[in-house]
């Protein structure tokens, strides 16, 4: 049986870790961090491609679409199928992700929130991603893959006790294989207010006063954000907070007053294309799997497919 190390246990490293110990690998994840305290957790999450340009994004999106489509149908995975909105301000916005959302189409002029050109809605899944992670981890352990809470220095160090090693450690990959500098974090911050029985998400990228998306999930409503380039601070920035709230209560006037349940930052691995291949020049295989920008969670179980089907020929 082949001995595969994952580094990273984000949505990115526990998708990948499923994948191949369902194929038949023994896995063991090694990470510094749990997925509770990961940037995947601090994810709103809607499933919608964001900063996460590559060639392969469009059959990603199509392959996590109906993961999560299946995943859904177990209630204590925390995925939800929710209807939303998102507000186009662009003559020419990009609607390819449509091509895969079957229920897709182009919103009525009732719907459109002031400023906006236009507008599409449709059903997407909605990840309550604490709910997830516990249920993605449960899942791996269920197929036999071991956890190691540990700092890994570099990739050479783990070939002793793997066959096969993937990593998956987001915004320090690059630096892990010593040999990518392209990664770099692009801060988002949210803030979480109480849910008083919402359900609709929407997502409104250009507006013209900042970033702004409104996601309610099963017990609260993750309200952002913004995107910052090279920014590290991981400290919530109260300004940033209020005009969050300002934007999100324009979008979503029943926002307004609502109690303030928690906030977040994370830094997205943003990078000019996600890095998904084999990494020559190390004493074991290595296979590269990082850099999702803001679409970690939605390109998730395609990129992970994607990595089980190259293993399988190395
Ligand atoms: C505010 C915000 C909102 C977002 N909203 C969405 C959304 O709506 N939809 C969506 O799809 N995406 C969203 N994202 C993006 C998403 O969170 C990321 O794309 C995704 O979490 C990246 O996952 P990852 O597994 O690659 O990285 P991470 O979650 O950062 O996990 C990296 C893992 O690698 C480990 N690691 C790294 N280096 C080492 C090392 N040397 N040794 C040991 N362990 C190591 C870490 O401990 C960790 O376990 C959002 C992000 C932010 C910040």
Not at 81 to 89: I, M, Q, Y
């Amino acid at each position: 049986m082949r001995r595969t190390t994952v580094v990273g246990s984000g949505v990115i490293g526990l998708s990948i870790a499923h994948e191949l110990a369902a194929a038949g690998d023994a896995v063991t994840v090694v990470a510094d961090a749990d997925i509770a305290h990961s940037v995947s957790t601090v994810a709103a999450a809607v499933w919608f491609p964001y900063l996460s340009a590559s060639p392969q994004t469009g059959r990603w999106l199509e392959r996590s679409l109906a993961r999560f489509r299946d995943i859904a149908l177990d209630p204590s995975a925390g995925v939800d199928l929710r209807l939303g909105t998102v507000v186009e301000r662009t003559t020419d916005p990009d609607r390819s992700w449509m091509a895969v959302v079957d229920d897709a189409r182009p919103a009525t002029a009732a719907d459109l929130p002031a400023g906006a050109l236009s507008a599409v809605r449709a059903t997407v899944p909605v990840v309550t991603t604490g709910a997830y992670g516990q249920w993605l981890t449960a899942r791996c352990r269920a197929l036999g893959v071991g956890f190691e809470v540990r700092h890994v220095e570099s990739v050479d160090a783990l070939a002793e006790g793997a066959d096969l090693v993937v990593v998956a450690g987001g915004l320090r990959s690059g630096a892990l294989l010593g040999d990518d500098e392209s990664v770099v974090p692009v801060r988002g911050q949210v803030v979480r207010l109480e849910n008083p029985g919402l359900t609709q998400w929407w997502i409104d990228d250009d507006n013209p006063a900042g970033l702004t998306y409104v996601v309610p999930r099963r017990d609260d409503i993750v309200c952002g954000g913004v995107s910052e380039f090279g920014a590290t601070g991981l400290e919530p920035d109260p300004e940033t907070e209020r005009a969050i709230l300002e934007r999100t209560a324009a979008l979503v006037p029943q926002l307004a007053g609502l109690r303030i349940v928690s906030r977040g930052v994370g830094l997205r691995p943003s990078r000019p294309v996600v890095r998904l291949e084999r990494v020559a020049g190390h004493a074991v295989p290595v296979v590269a799997c990082y850099g999702h920008g803001g679409s970690g969670v939605t390109l998730s179980w395609g990129c992970a497919e994607d990595v089980a089907a190259l293993a399988a020929g190395l």
